[in-house]
Nanobody, 121 residues
Framework: QVQLVESGGGLVQAGGSLRLSCAAS????????MGWYRQAPGKQRDLVAT???????NYADSVKGRCTISRDNAKNTVSLQMNSLKPGDTAVYYCHAIVALDSSGRTYQYWGQGTQVTVSS
């Protein structure tokens, strides 16, 4: 099994910054794309940012220029630096990873338990 454990959420004032981190552990053969998604109350879960194992980044338009995703392939970790936070960024943030458990080529998706980010005005 694979576990994704997130940390770094919390309460911050508008204009502030937070850094989210996520570590993947377990019976991992290889980790492919990693990323962050968020879900606000009553809304669907939306992409925030993703990063490939080669370092190619992708961002939602709503966070471009304010967020930076990074990863450490050796440690199977992914981080999200969020700056200039707005009340609209308030949501539960979920770590996501696409993982191979062996050399068969088959991959699986895993989610973290979520971490709350609250931005006050």
């Amino acid at each position: 099994q694979v576990q994704l454990v997130e940390s770094g959420g919390g309460l911050v004032q508008a204009g502030g910054s937070l850094r989210l981190s996520c570590a993947a552990s377990g019976s991992i053969f290889s980790v492919y794309d990693m990323g962050w998604y968020r879900q606000a109350p009553g809304k669907q879960r939306d992409l925030v940012a993703t990063i490939t194992s080669g370092g190619r980044e992708n961002y939602a338009d709503s966070v471009k220029g304010r967020c930076t995703i990074s990863r450490d392939n050796a440690k199977n970790t992914v981080s999200l630096q969020m700056n200039s936070l707005k009340p609209g960024d308030t949501a539960v943030y979920y770590c996501h990873a696409i993982v191979a458990l062996d050399s068969s080529g088959r991959t699986y998706q895993y989610w973290g338990q979520g971490t709350q980010v609250t931005v006050s005005s």
